[in-house]
């Protein structure tokens, strides 16, 4: 019915809570394949003990995230695909929620979550990504709102457009590359707990990473508007800055900022953001990178009932059983 792809690479700690997760599903029938990347570690010893039919497990040369993916994708038995990473904890109504809404759609569907991301073992965040097909389409102008673990799509309408490519940023990619056919749904219900990259603090890997991502939208920004169907030239000017501030040159995004004259300060985001670039580069990244709008949303809710019942099935998931 579905299968899973697990791309793994030196994460033997980790990969048995995304391995639980999915095990524990309330749709049982699906196939797990995990996509080992060369691990140098203890990933193979661990897999041992996995004894669970529906997992497979595939030792595969070291050539990076996309190449597994590709591999996954050519050998998995059934056409709806499910995405989940090591560390990550796919809630036990994922699959089956995700699946109800895909079966009856079109091969151009994807179908994605909401996700509460967590480090040491304790909620940072959750997002709140648009249920809308067009809201997600352009949003893309900028970056994902939904996570790559957390998307099933029709394995076959993946293939046909090129699979994964062989870049940092994979799934971006993909979704910039398929923007134009796909209708992306995120559910509106958090249906992932997604690991915290510890790399992505440091100011070498987000210089870095940033340069990736502003040279595959590069293109994409000829036209901005009509890309990511913008509503008119003011929203394209306005994407331009949020563009640079995030990725590019922070000058250059007070730059386009400046040409919306008083429509920028009737915008209190770019006023923030506006006053944020003129901290020192260190600081200016740590703010930049933290998330900041969805811990202050998470945190105004951290007492109501949703918040408490996300951070009880976080807590008893974490402890192996089921909420």
């Known amino acids: 019915m579905i299968s899973v792809l697990l791309p793994t690479y030196n994460s033997a700690t980790t990969l048995g809570l995304a391995i639980r997760s999915i095990v524990q599903q309330t749709l049982p029938d699906f196939e797990l394949l995990v996509l080992d990347d060369g691990s140098t570690d203890d990933t193979e010893k661990a897999m041992e003990s996995c004894h669970d039919r529906r997992?497979?497990?595939?030792?595969?040369?070291?050539?990076?995230?996309?190449?597994?993916?590709?591999?996954?994708?050519?050998?998995?038995r059934n056409d709806i695909v499910a995405r989940i990473d090591a560390g990550?904890?796919?809630?036990?109504?994922?699959?089956?929620?995700?699946?109800?809404?895909i079966r009856a759609k079109p091969k151009n569907t994807i179908v994605a979550c909401n996700q509460a991301v967590y480090i040491d073992q304790r909620i940072m965040y959750r997002t709140f990504g648009s249920?809308?097909?067009?809201?997600?389409?352009?949003?893309?102008?900028?970056h994902c709102d939904f996570p790559h673990s957390g998307v099933m799509y029709y394995r076959e309408y993946i293939v046909e457009n090129g699979g994964y490519s062989d870049t940092a940023i994979e799934d971006y990619e993909l979704w910039l590359r398929i923007k134009n056919s796909a209708r992306i749904h995120i559910l509106p219900e958090v249906l992932m707990f997604t690991l915290y990259d510890r790399n992505s603090l440091s100011n070498k890997d987000v210089t870095e990473r940033n340069a990736i991502h502003y040279r595959i939208q590069e293109k994409?920004?000829?036209?901005?508007?009509?890309?990511?169907?913008?509503?008119g030239t003011n929203e394209g000017i306005a994407t331009r800055g949020w563009r640079e501030y995030f990725f590019?040159?922070?000058?250059?995004a007070r730059d386009h900022w400046r040409q919306l004259g008083l429509l920028a300060v009737v915008q209190p985001r770019i006023i923030i953001a506006w006053l944020v670039t003129y901290l020192p580069q260190s600081t200016f990244t740590a703010f930049k990178e933290s998330r900041m709008k969805f811990r202050i949303q998470y945190l105004l809710r951290y007492f109501f009932r949703d918040s408490r019942t996300l951070r009880r099935t976080f807590t008893e998931l974490m402890a192996g059983g089921s909420p």
């Open 248 to 252: 590019g040159d922070r000058k250059m």
């Open 220 to 231: 994409y920004y000829l036209n901005v508007e009509e890309e990511f169907a913008l509503s």
């Open 55 to 76: 997992i497979g497990y595939h030792k595969l040369p070291h050539k990076g995230l996309a190449a597994s993916l590709n591999v996954g994708l050519s050998i998995a």
């Open 88 to 101: 990550d904890i796919a809630l036990p109504e994922r699959l089956k929620r995700q699946f109800e809404f």
């Open 131 to 142: 249920p809308d097909p067009d809201a997600v389409r352009k949003r893309l102008a900028l």
